[in-house]
T-cell receptor
Framework: AQKITQTQPGMFVQEKEAVTLDCTYD???????LFWYKQPSSGEMIFLIY??????QNATEGRYSLNFQKARKSANLVISASQLGDSAMYFC????????????FGDGTTLTVKP | NAGVTQTPKFQVLKTGQSMTLQCAQD?????MSWYRQDPGMGLRLIHY???????DQGEVPNGYNVSRSTTEDFPLRLLSAAPSQTSVYFC?????????????FGPGTRLTVT
């Protein structure tokens, strides 16, 4: 079984500052991937970043980085230099690599960037 | 390359009606999934498929049927619509192996059951 927990229903950040969105997970799968998605008010799901459970380094994609702490089962998303367009819902998700058809999502964090 | 397409974009049903939500992908992905998203919540897996002819239940399968006769198509059938099925439905596809991280979502179908 897989479980994703996002404990921050809403977050505020000042424009140009960095923000960390928390995600903890639980799984019995020995190999898995962790994902973050952005969902703006228009509703589409936008893939942001991926971290494999056996990756030695934390993933980075532009202003997004994933702070992966395997022992703590956490996969926090860090957004640097926040922009007004970053205001959206953010979802953490995971998928076991032995059954790549099943993804589990957290309940999301609504991020609001203040000017 | 159209990616993942879903039809219709919006649908209103009366309680007890049935309908099929269509999903198609043109990336030759082996995995396809259906999720529902209730207001203010994350996505919950309804059914998924690991290849043509092979489907399995997700977290919330009751009231829904799926089949996968081709790699490209993965329709979701609502057997007898209930107000509790009012939600946004997303179809997704992904490949396995070394590119397992690439999961593509359709634009969603907003369903209201009255």
């Amino acid at each position: 079984a897989q479980k994703i927990t996002q404990t921050q229903p809403g977050m505020f950040v000042q424009e140009k500052e960095a923000v960390t969105l928390d995600c903890t997970y639980d799984t019995s799968d020995p190999s898995y991937g962790l994902f973050w998605y952005k969902q703006p008010s228009s509703g589409e799901m936008i893939f942001l970043i991926y971290q494999g459970s056996y990756d030695q380094q934390n993933a980075t994609e532009g202003r997004y980085s994933l702070n992966f702490q395997k022992a703590r089962k956490s996969a926090n998303l860090v957004i640097s230099a926040s922009q007004l367009g970053d205001s959206a819902m953010y979802f953490c998700a995971m998928r076991g690599l032995t059954n790549a058809g099943k993804s589990t999502f957290g309940d999301g964090t609504t991020l609001t960037v203040k000017p | 390359n159209a990616g993942v397409t879903q039809t219709p974009k919006f649908q209103v049903l009366k309680t007890g009606q049935s309908m099929t939500l269509q999903c198609a992908q043109d990336m030759n992905h082996e995995y396809m999934s259906w999720y529902r998203q209730d207001p203010g919540m994350g996505l919950r897996l309804i059914h998924y498929s690991v290849g043509a002819g092979i489907t399995d239940q997700g977290e919330v399968p009751n009231g829904y049927n799926v089949s996968r006769s081709t790699t490209e198509d993965f329709p979701l059938r609502l057997l007898s619509a209930a107000p509790s099925q009012t939600s946004v439905y997303f179809c997704a596809s992904n490949s396995g192996g070394t590119r397992v991280y690439e999961q593509y979502f359709g634009p969603g179908t907003r369903l209201t059951v009255t």
